[in-house]
């Protein structure tokens, strides 16, 4: 059988956020760019469906509108419930930031995402897999060997090989292609694990979207116990939401709790709020993990780059993955389009600047949480935190403004005080996307 054969000047494996959004921005700028996508499109993704106001952004430096005649949900802030307190804070209002989130089932975001990039003049292949790296003799990687699958992704044929000098690891957090180029997961960076569910509910056009920092539920005696994790429930505005729940590996409780168990406890006994039951329920609940902080690097390696979940660039504060994946995609992009077309020595030289922009970018604030991540792992620092923080007005502005990555840089706009906190914290510690 006479394999098929592809050229281009960029391969990206995998057609998720990070994927589409690399393929569309060297698209726009005039480069030949083909998307592998293992999967056929609608498809599937474990996720809490979310895009906060810093996501938004990066959608619209894209050129994506999301208008919620296309099944964009709007929300215009947080809902935190924990220690007692139930506080609606909105979105911070921060120059050039929308503020504003929005919603909308993975199993249609992801697709809005992929046909944009096609708009924008990328080739999109679907049901095609990256099977191994094509490695030269220099060790550098050269393109993609590829077969066809089938509708549950399982290899059928027939195989492919895609060649070009650049290639873009996009695909998730086992990253196969990544791994076979020999990077491996760190075990020093913080891992989470989330399940998630959707249910119909009356209250589907909530306008915040709501998270649950402190998680009980009511034992066999009757008595208030508390859950390890987070919750959140994520309002999607076509009848339905997304709930779920979420620990780090940090937690002493990791490696023993059912989170399946966990949640459905939950919901049991706050699922009267948003009128949700066992009734109610769309599907089964589902896991993944949660890559963090950076936990697979280098960010460029012999010809790869990694973007989004490949590179673990998941929020450590708050599980968002999405904006981080955007954002990549952003600054790889930047690189690309500026030096992929200067002789190979010069181009594959100045691709290392690649992680350094990435770290400059997201490695401070990463890094601080991790140090957070530690934190939380203690269930009496976080008892503490909860009991005595959720009460007080400027400390939950703090907060919201840290989890979600939402403060003003102080050396660009004008900024208050929590801001500059923020924007100081984030200086002191390792800004690098490597260590």
């Known amino acids: 059988m006479t394999m098929n054969e592809f050229d281009a000047e960029v391969v990206v494996v995998g057609a998720g956020p990070a994927g589409s959004a690399i393929g569309a921005y060297l698209a726009q700028a005039g480069h030949e760019v083909i998307i592998l996508e293992k999967s056929g499109f609608p498809r599937d993704k ?32 947080l809902r935190l419930i924990g220690g007692g307190h139930r506080l609606e804070l909105d979105w911070p209002e921060i120059d050039g930031t929308p503020n504003y989130g929005v919603t909308r089932p993975r199993m249609s975001m992801d697709e809005a995402f992929a046909r944009h990039a096609q708009r ?60 076979s180029m020999g990077l491996e997961k760190r075990d020093d960076r913080p891992m989470g694990i989330a399940a998630r569910a959707y249910h119909t509910t009356p209250r589907h056009a909530d306008d915040y979207v709501e998270s649950w920092v402190e ?49 459905n406890q939950w919901i049991a006994d706050m699922g009267h709020e948003w009128g949700i039951d066992e009734t109610t329920s769309l599907g089964p609940i589902k ?15 012999r010809g790869l780059l990694l973007v989004g979940d490949s590179g673990g660039m998941v929020n450590p504060f708050n599980g968002e993955g999405i904006d981080y994946a955007l954002e990549s995609a952003r600054i790889a992009a930047e690189v690309i389009s500026t030096y992929s077309r200067y002789p190979q020595a010069v181009m594959r030289r100045r691709l290392e600047e690649y992680p350094a922009l990435l770290g400059d970018s997201l490695g401070g604030y990463f890094t601080l ?18 009991k005595y923080g959720m009460g007080v007005d400027v400390v939950m502005e703090f ?37």
């Open 46 to 77: 474990i996720c809490g469906d979310a895009l906060t106001p810093r996501a938004v952004k990066e959608a619209g430096y894209l050129g994506m509108e999301l208008p919620e005649s296309d099944g964009w949900h709007r929300n215009k802030g």
């Open 120 to 179: 924008s003049g990328a080739r999109l292949f679907e049901q095609v897999r990256a099977m191994s790296p094509d490695i030269g003799d220099d060790g550098w990687i050269r393109g993609v060997h590829a077969s066809g699958t089938d509708h549950r992704g399982r290899r059928v044929g027939p195989e492919a090989h895609f060649r070009a000098p650049i290639v873009i690891a996009a695909d998730g957090v086992s990253s196969r292609l990544a791994v």
């Open 215 to 263: 998680m009980r539920s009511t034992n066999a005696a009757g008595e208030s116990e508390t859950l390890p994790g987070y919750g959140w429930i994520f309002p999607l505005g076509d009848g339905t939401v997304n709930i779920g729940a979420g620990l780090l590996d940090s937690s002493p409780q990791f490696k023993s709790v059912d989170l399946r168990g966990m949640m």
């Open 287 to 301: 896991s993944a993990a949660l890559p963090m902080a950076f936990n697979r690097t280098p960010h460029f390696h």
């Open 369 to 386: 949480g991790r140090v957070f991540a530690s934190i939380i792992g203690h269930p009496a620092l976080m008892q503490f935190g909860i």
């Open 399 to 435: 907060v919201v403004k840290l989890l979600a990555n939402l403060y003003r840089d102080p050396k660009v706009s004008e900024a208050d005080l929590i801001d500059r906190i923020i924007s100081a914290l984030t200086r002191i510690v390792p800004a690098t996307s490597n260590v």
